[in-house]
């Protein structure tokens, strides 16, 4: 369940994102890019269905002086995950978004999609 969601991710930003996605990153790779990071999962299955609760976290990575180029690619991710996805997973949605600076000045966003996943029993 975990891998075919990541799998969906990527191949889904992949296909309608205008920069890279990565699963790892070697190091010297040009900004911006988009990685998938840690998710986390809790069951709320029922007696007539199985259900998965599952937030993703995406990073986005730029080294643009500003925020503005990491919040747009971030607000591109949420319009093509929401749009792209609503037949694998009971509507998409945003759980958590932040924006930090790192030490070394780049600009990292934080996306926490929530995806509910059901399947008769």
């Known amino acids: 369940m975990f891998?075919?969601?990541?799998?969906?991710?990527?191949?889904?930003l992949t296909s309608n994102l205008n920069i890279p996605v990565y699963?790892?990153?070697?190091?010297?790779?040009?900004f911006p890019y988009v990685t998938i990071g840690e998710d986390i999962g809790s069951d709320f299955s029922t007696k007539e269905s199985l259900g998965s609760d599952i937030v993703v976290r995406i990073?986005?990575?730029s080294a643009y002086p500003g925020m503005k180029e990491a919040k747009e690619i971030i607000d591109q991710i949420i319009d093509i995950l929401v749009s792209s996805l609503n037949s694998f997973a009971a509507r998409?949605?945003?759980?958590?978004?932040?924006?930090?600076?790192?030490?070394?000045?780049?600009?990292?966003?934080?996306?926490?999609?929530?995806?509910?996943?059901?399947?008769?029993v």
């Open 59 to 61: 990073n986005v990575w």
């Open 92 to 120: 998409p949605l945003v759980d958590n978004v932040r924006f930090l600076i790192e030490e070394d000045g780049i600009r990292h966003g934080v996306l926490e999609m929530r995806f509910k996943l059901f399947a008769e």
């Open 3 to 12: 891998i075919d969601i990541q799998s969906l991710i990527y191949s889904t």
């Open 23 to 30: 699963d790892n990153v070697l190091e010297g790779t040009p």
